[in-house]
């Protein structure tokens, strides 16, 4: 099963500095934040505050080409976690025909963004994600989650949707 989810935020991990995609369901209270690498995060960053860049981006690209085969994207799905990864499949359509791809988790939220199109999670990640948070021996793991659920606009800062 599949859950819709939407972009929450986009902010830094005060632990380990990185930036973290912020993602809840749009039915309920589930938060999963997605560690993603700070090229991926200027891209997301660069579509939530709606900035025009002299050139195209790569996922600005991406977006082109897509319109130009007249292909539309339906949805991405976050379908995986695997070893503390997370894993996304984008589903393209194109003259009936469904195509999948794999992608990282960054790049399709990036397109989802521009394209906008509808966020899932595989309810296999959120119960994964959660088991595997409880049994991690990271540091201050449990403290973070707590942490990013009681998050408010605020606290998201300039980045909040």
């Not at 539309?72 to 799905?77: D, G, H, S, W």
């Not at 070893?83 to 399709?108: C, H, K, M, Q």
């Not at 999670?121 to 088991?131: A, F, G, M, Q, R």
Request: net charge negative; hydrophobic share 45%; aromatic share 4%.
């Amino acid at each position: 099963m599949e859950v819709e989810m939407k972009i929450r935020g986009l902010m830094m991990d005060p632990v380990t500095n990185m930036p973290i995609v912020i993602l809840k369901d749009v039915n309920g209270n589930t938060i999963l934040p997605i560690w993603v690498g700070i090229y991926e995060a200027n891209a997301i960053a660069l579509e939530i505050e709606k900035v025009a860049t002299p050139r195209p981006m790569t996922h600005d690209l991406i977006k082109t080409l897509l319109m130009g085969l007249d292909a539309q994207m339906r949805k991405i799905v976050v379908n995986e976690l695997r070893d503390d990864t997370f894993y996304a499949v984008i589903w393209l359509e194109r003259n009936g025909e469904t195509i999948t791809v794999d992608s990282r988790p960054s790049d399709a939220l990036a397109l989802a963004l521009r394209l906008d199109c509808p966020i899932f999670v595989d309810d296999s990640v959120l119960k994964s994600s959660k088991t595997a948070n409880a049994v991690s021996d990271r540091v201050n793991n449990d403290e973070l989650r707590r942490w990013l659920e009681g998050l408010n606009d605020e606290d998201l800062g300039r980045y909040k949707m």
